[in-house]
């Protein structure tokens, strides 16, 4: 679909035959104004905005394909840190160093540990507290 631009409130609309957009027309034809005239012009600003967005990622768009490809790097090397780590929870845990309950603790304080709920310091302080304490010392 071609956009152009309404020539009375310069928003963006469908490309047609006319320069107005359907409230600018409608306005001008005495209409009253109506719920769905309300709609079309939240829509024209979306659009609008979602232009400016695909423009400025155009012009910037060898910054913004490095920013996700570094993102996806960094996510993906997470997730092999991650694999490493469970593939050596298992390990450890079929050769009996780790009890199944202490696993499960040891997992319940990384979920529940302050850095991991930004906002709730507070509670999961408490709540980690408590399962530290119920972790067998080695």
Not at 21 to 46: E, P, V
Not at 73 to 84: R, S, V
Request: aromatic share 8%.
């Amino acid at each position: 679909m071609e956009v152009q631009i309404c020539g009375q409130c310069n928003w963006p609309m469908e490309d047609s035959n006319y320069n107005l957009c359907w409230t600018c027309w409608r306005g001008n034809q005495g209409y009253k104004r109506i719920k769905s005239d309300d709609r079309y012009d939240d829509l024209q600003k979306i659009i609008h905005g979602l232009l400016e967005e695909c423009n400025t990622a155009n012009k910037n768009h060898q910054g913004w394909s490095t920013h996700y490809q570094e993102k996806i790097k960094t996510l993906e090397a997470k997730i092999n840190q991650l694999k490493m780590e469970l593939s050596h929870l298992r390990f450890e845990r079929g050769q009996g160093k780790i009890k199944p309950e202490q696993d499960l603790i040891k997992r319940l304080i990384m979920f529940c540990h302050p850095d991991k709920n930004q906002g709730r310091e507070e509670e999961a302080s408490e709540i980690t507290k408590t399962l530290l304490a119920l972790r067998d010392k080695k």
